[in-house]
């Protein structure tokens, strides 16, 4: 079965270039592999476009385009006047997807809730370890501290017990590593000891339900005819995996794809003026960094850290990677979010100043690691020639720098552990609109080992963030995050590089795609005109 839906999606894909228009298939170009199938293990674009957004709901979700919250799973909610308990009133008639292995007896309700969240709390849940069971979006957010319990009510209704206020809390619940699972199709598996299946052949409520994947080749998903929400405008939607982005471009131009991500930026101008395409754009909400690992001498030393970012020329990164589609980044906010504190100078560009620095601390002859990624993402259009530029730049000031590079899933893993030789290019698209998504999630104490690259760990930076958490107005949240900036700067455990405009390259025959501030790229209300 499935090596004839990877002939038919060949066919398919052979056959678009003559015919784009008629097919009732919508063809995404993608820059590469999901990790997996289940948002919940991952923190990765790719693999959220290629999960969250076409299988899986959540409880609450974004309109596509913004930053609002909207029903989703939950009809409704209610925050209790001390922000202690949330109240999820939850849809119903909501089906589940079936597979080869798999045909739900019921619809969604409380209990899927509480199988999708207890999984990542409960160290003694029988899924807390199943497919590696790193959950970083859920331990990086400080979760398993936040949420006391998961009380189900009835069949469609569920609270959520905190220990404390969260003020971004239904926010973060429409976040990708809240997509709601089937506990139904999660004991099936485990009974057939099969747990890994609910990761490799994911069951959701989504738009489009998974059909096959052949890794680093194809995705293909049909539309889920059952749909609680507006049907799908396409039949079909695949994933043709194209980490070249001028391969991409060729295949949008061929008609063998009918959207792509994240063009070269040299050649955004000609796409611009070519007559068979069109190019949108938006500020991203982003930010692209190199972390240093500030477990690890002489980048435990914060002095060590500023000299090294007054060593890279940030101009020449956005004159050379981005070709002016961006901006400098001196914060690890984007200027789009709020509370991004403007006064802060950024680090002078100053190659002899950084030398002193580094003699000051009694540095010399350091050898370091960078390490750059091997796919394209919207703060860091091409990893190795920032990287190749960082070379340069610290190699005037006598360090010598190794690029090191991974496939992109072990790179992620990677560069999570605590011990990890060298510092770490990535970056990040806000997934809510809220600056604890950013200073949270990439730099507090909790996300060591997992989303905090970095592995920094400073409790004054810390007790702000954690304080801002709880407040219930952006009024009494902003000043704390503006001072914890100042200590982001003050400390560097981060070289802040750029901030990117998002470009997205289509045929003129496609209806309805709009760019997310959020990074996802969904679309389940994109057409095909005729």
């Not at 699972?181 to 890994?196: H, I, K, N, Q, R």
Request: glycine content about 6%.
């Amino acid at each position: 079965m499935l090596l004839k839906q990877k002939i038919a999606v060949g066919l398919l894909l052979g056959a678009l270039g003559a015919s784009a228009a008629s097919a009732q298939s919508l063809v995404y170009c993608s820059e590469g592999s999901p990790e997996g199938f289940d948002p919940a293990l991952y923190t990765a674009g790719t693999t959220f476009d290629a999960s969250s957004h076409p299988i899986y709901n959540r409880l609450t979700e974004f309109k596509v385009g913004t930053t609002e919250v909207i029903p989703a799973l939950a009809e409704s909610w209610e925050v209790s006047e001390d922000g202690m308990t949330v109240t999820f009133n939850l849809r119903q008639g909501v089906k589940f997807h079936s597979n080869d292995m798999f045909t739900p007896s019921r619809d969604f309700n409380a209990d899927d809730v509480i199988f999708t969240f207890n999984r990542q709390k409960d160290d003694d849940h029988p899924y807390n370890g199943v497919s590696g069971g790193t959950w970083e979006y859920f331990d990086g957010m400080s979760m398993p501290d936040l949420v006391d319990s998961i009380e189900k009510v009835d069949d469609y209704t569920v609270i959520f017990n905190l220990t404390r206020p969260e003020a971004p809390f239904v926010a973060n619940m429409a976040m990708d590593f809240a997509s709601v699972v089937s506990a139904e199709y999660g004991e099936a598996m485990l009974e057939a000891g099969t747990p890994e299946m609910l990761n490799q052949a994911p069951i959701g409520t989504g738009p489009f339900a998974f059909q096959a994947y052949q890794k680093d080749a194809v995705i293909r998903y049909l539309r889920n005819d059952d749909y609680w929400g507006d049907a799908a405008k396409v039949e079909s939607l695949i994933f043709a995996i194209t980490p070249d982005a001028s391969v991409r471009y060729q295949k949008v131009q061929a008609g063998e794809c009918h959207v792509m991500a994240y063009p070269n930026p040299a050649d955004v101008q000609a796409m611009k003026d070519a007559e068979d395409v069109v190019v949108m754009e938006q500020e991203g909400l982003n930010v692209g960094y190199l972390a240093y690992n500030t477990t690890v001498a002489p980048y435990d030393n914060p002095n060590v850290r500023r000299a090294l970012n007054m060593a890279i020329d940030k101009q020449a990164i956005i004159d050379v990677v981005f070709q002016g589609s961006g901006q400098i980044a001196k914060n690890p906010l984007p200027p789009t979010m709020w509370s991004y504190n403007d006064a802060i100078e950024d680090d002078a560009y100053d190659p002899e100043k950084a030398k002193e620095m580094l003699a000051a601390e009694g540095v010399q002859d350091l050898n370091m690691k960078i390490w750059a990624m091997p796919v394209q993402r919207p703060y860091n259009p091409n990893a190795r020639r920032m990287a190749e530029l960082m070379q340069e730049d610290f190699a005037k000031i006598g360090v010598t720098v190794e690029i090191v590079s991974y496939e992109w899933g072990e790179y992620l893993s990677r560069s999570r552990e605590l011990d990890r030789d060298g510092a770490v290019l990535l970056g990040w698209t806000g997934d809510n609109g809220d600056p604890d998504n950013f200073l949270a999630v990439l730099l507090g104490c909790d996300g060591r080992e997992n989303s905090n690259r970095a592995q920094w760990c400073h409790q004054p930076f810390e007790d702000l963030i954690q304080q801002a958490k709880v407040l219930p107005t952006q009024e009494e949240r902003q000043p704390l995050y503006e001072q914890a900036q100042v200590i982001f700067k003050e400390q560097a455990p981060w070289a802040t590089i750029a901030h990117s405009v998002v470009y997205m390259t289509m045929r003129p025959e496609v209806e309805g795609y709009i760019v997310h501030p959020l990074g996802g790229h969904i679309f389940n209300q994109v057409g095909l005109s005729q």
